[in-house]
């Protein structure tokens, strides 16, 4: 049994992953991970059993247990509300996924995406299937009133249509739009059909969800950090808890100069208390 | 020849037994003809209901006796089936009866052998639920008497002896041929108890006595006398009525009726060799006034699938999924299945890895799914159309099986993200993008704070200079706007519009309105 060394100033920072292993008694038994892959200790990233599909940022691959998106587990992703960036972070997963073959499917998205700025990031429209739940009626129309679903009905089906896709195996990889207030045993079901789905399985939650527990593995929180970039906060993962929230740069919806021109502005209004005025390029 | 006759003792019962759910089920059941008890099941005979009770007397004996009328219509439905299960393993099939010929000599070597032949028959036969006979003999009469006296002999010496077949049917009772019926009493009365006792005396005399037609029956059974026979082919289009004996007032309890009818389509399309692209299941409801409007008289479900199958699991599934989601206006007395739409065609054949046609299979039929149970409008597809306007520009289509891409090749995961990841890292300096991902359905009025947009009650702070779209003026849909990328205080980027000219003069319309965000 290792000492915990007190003086060891930074132990928990990404450098630190594989600290130095102490003498065992006997030299010849092989190391308590390497018993069986599931296994991993607290202070190191452990390994993912499963497909593990790079995620396009080598930052990002760094901090996730195996090098990328795991596959046959849900992952969560928390955002306070959409439109933050996500896309782009999952986009060039999105189109590996796309190119080796499968389609991706998402369900109840926030909005229509648009199928122009879907193909501008390299997704595939042709292997892209939009899930809805919601259904305007409950009857074969012409047969007496039609009763409207109310959102328990609709967040039941969102989680039927999810757990079916997930269980047969035929989607690439999924992303879902759940109700908020999901139940930690519907995540719990949702985590064991993932396991017979080779692809990632992505989950975008409301930020308040991250005080509850979930059955993912992997949970990160997505704040926008400025202008085409991203903050990612590691919540949970196999690994030692990430202090420092990564910074990642995607792809562009300004010009350079733009950009520039607004982080100036960003600073400038951050040392100043003065409101942000009308700033238009004529 | 190899002929093989598939009998079905209770098959009037089992006809009417198919349309009733769980429950009613436990009942013993008997059927009335013209007043009196023409059938009865092993439950009603423990009870003591037997053939030729008046209706009463039977109730008194059970009284939870499910009585049902006798309908010859229901039951040459019920035999349709099987000949159409038959039809799969020959092109020669007969009805005598209330059993199934089928002539498999030329059959034999494709199947390898009898008996691989009669396991695949009764494989075929199970999913229909009847209690089959099954009897083997080198002639059909014969086969036929065979399998109605007795359930063992499927296969045998006498199959394909000559002096086999002659000595058993030697033993054969006399009751069991069609025209010795009505001579029962007078043969009791001679002692003729077996067909070997009909063979031992003169021919002219027992002419004489009872006519030629029994005669001719032996003869046929023996072989001694040409047997024709017209063979039967499945129809063009099937279509299937059953009525259920208990009303059904959910449409779950329509489930177990509507699962006879599927089984019955299957064997119609496997004995055609095609697949089903789409039935009908219309119920037909007992009209009633409520509230001063008419109940409709029937209700249609059309199922399409999206590939064309003859899969009995997988149709019921579909069927499961739509009618869980089904109110019944009326209680349901019967159910129609049509199918016109059939496709022969030659499938793919099976894979025993899976690779990217069984994987395109299998999405489609997860699709389907989805589909049945959400609605078809609810799964769809990106199809960007050709318009400056956003709102015209990102539309949907439903899913089809068409355009659900299949894979021209397999590229290895690895490869293919070692290619976008070398794309990402060209992203730096890539094109910006223009338009966002998430656009709102309708957009967003915006609060103004002086002339500048507030979302959410945060000044918005405009980045990327005007783009003017200014279209539409021929279909109605006007669009005349500036639209700007703009910061919201959170960091996030979000695409808002200034319309240049508001409809009217009034102020208090709004100017800046919020069309999408990008993500």
Redesign the interface.
Known sequence: MAAFPPSHPDLFTPEAVSPPVPAEPAPGLPELEQLHPALWRAHQLGSVQGPVWPSGFAVLDTALPGGGWPGRCLSELLLAHPGIGEMRLLAPMLAAVQRSGRSVMLFEPPALPCGGALAGLGVDLQRLVVVHAARAEGVVPGVGAAPVRDARARAADLLWALEQALASGEAGAVLAWPMPGMRAESLRRLQLAAQAHRGPAFLLRELAAQRQPSAAPLRLALRPAGPDEITVQVVKRRGPPLVQPLTLALAPVLSMPVRARARRLAAEAAAATAPVGLAVRV | MLWFAVHLPCLSLEAFGAGLDATARRRPVALLAEHRIAAADAAAAQAGVQPGLRRATALALAPDLLLGQADAARDRSALQAVVHAALTLTPAVAVQGHAVLLEVQASLRFFGGPATLLSRLRDTLAPLGHKVQIASAATAQGAALLAQWRGDLALGPHSTQPAALQALLDELPLGLLAAAREHAEALQGMGLHRLGDLHRLPRSGLARRFGKALLDEADRARGTRPDPRTWLAAPERFEDRLELPMRADRAEQVLHGAAVLLARLVAWARARQARVAAFVLALRHEVRHRGGEA??AE???RIDLAEPSADAAHLQLLLRERLA???L?APTLELRLECSDSVVATTASGELFPD?RS?HT??V???E??RA???DE???????VADHR?ER????VA?SAR???M?A?????SD??A???T??AG??S?W??????????EPLPLAERG??PLLDGR?L??????ERIETGWWDGGLVVRDY??A?AA?????WVFRQRLPGSAELSQPIWFLQ????
Do not use: I, K, N
């Open positions: 109940t409709p209700t249609t479900l989601r089904l109110r206006a990217h994987a299998g999405l039929r997860l699709v799914q989805l149970r959400l609605g609810q799964v769809r597809q990106l199809q960007p956003p520009a990102c539309t949907s899913v355009s659900l891409a894979p090749t397999t590229v290895a995961p293919a993200v290619a976008v990841a794309e990402v992203f730096a890539a910006p993008q223009t338009r966002p991902v998430w656009l709102l359905p002339v500048m000044a702070l405009l980045l990327s200079g005007p700007f990328v910061q959170d960091g996030s980027l979000v999408g965000r990008f993500a």
